[in-house]
């Protein structure tokens, strides 16, 4: 943030002249749409997938250099590519963001972990931030979600996010519950539920509808039409 404050009447100058040219603060990137929950408040895991290489990003994190302070690699789920932390990593290498967060549904711990580890150690000036999404508690969490055992995979995936976190200070990690017809009446047991996992944050989105999620009405399959935006 103190890093940003000096440069806000740039952005402001080119937002209203165009001048001087401005390379935004915040970057998205969907590494790949694949995901292995199948979310009633989602249909990315259903779009084809023709995800850039490892190598193509290297070059575009060369040619966007420094300048962006916040960097986040989202999906699909991005813990399925194995890539991921390496295409952090190049845009820490290239970019030096401050920030650097990557969202999951926690399945895959192994994998998560072993990526978390590397990326903490290899980007130590960067805060590396971790959201687990959590949309419910316990089974009803798996019926959002379409995936018998979600929860239960997560909270392992917690509990070793926590260990690893004494390793590594500049790890944060923050539930994330994506608001629906789903959930929506329920959301006081869910705060409370989620709030005994003890997260550095939490934070809350709005299910809406999103071209990158494919959740745009008319466009989607029927059943879509009753969630909430
Ligand atoms: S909301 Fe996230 S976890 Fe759920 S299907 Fe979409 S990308 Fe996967």
Redesign the pocket.
């Known amino acids: 943030m103190f890093t940003l404050l000096p440069k806000l009447p740039l952005y402001w100058a080119y937002r209203h002249f165009g001048w001087p040219t401005m390379m935004p603060f915040s970057i998205v990137i969907s590494v790949s749409y694949r995901?292995n929950?199948?979310?009633k408040?989602?249909d990315?895991?259903r779009k084809p997938n023709d995800d850039m290489t490892l190598e193509e990003w290297d070059k575009t994190f060369a040619n966007i250099g420094r300048g962006p302070l916040y960097f986040t690699f989202t999906?699909?789920?991005p813990f399925m590519r194995k890539d991921t932390v390496d295409m952090a990593l190049s845009a820490y290498r290239h970019c030096r963001p401050s920030v650097i967060t990557i969202p999951t549904?926690g399945i895959l711990s192994r994998q998560i972990l072993e990526q978390v580890d590397r990326l903490c150690a290899g980007a130590p000036k960067a805060n590396i931030g971790i959201n687990l999404?959590l949309d419910e508690v316990g089974q009803r969490h798996d019926e959002i979600?379409m995936v018998p055992g979600n929860w239960d995979k997560a909270m392992k995936t917690w509990a070793e996010l926590k260990a690893l976190q004494k390793q590594h200070k500049n790890l944060v990690l923050t539930n994330h519950t994506?608001i629906s017809n789903f959930n929506i009446d329920r959301f006081f047991e869910i705060y409370a539920g989620l709030e005994a996992l003890e997260p550095d944050s939490y934070i809350t989105e709005i299910a809406e509808e999103r071209v990158e999620?494919d959740t745009m009405i008319g466009t989607s399959p029927p059943w879509l039409k009753n969630m909430a935006r």
Do not use: D
């Open positions: 995901c929950s199948k979310c408040t989602c990315v895991w999906g699909g789920e549904n999404s979600r994506v999620l």
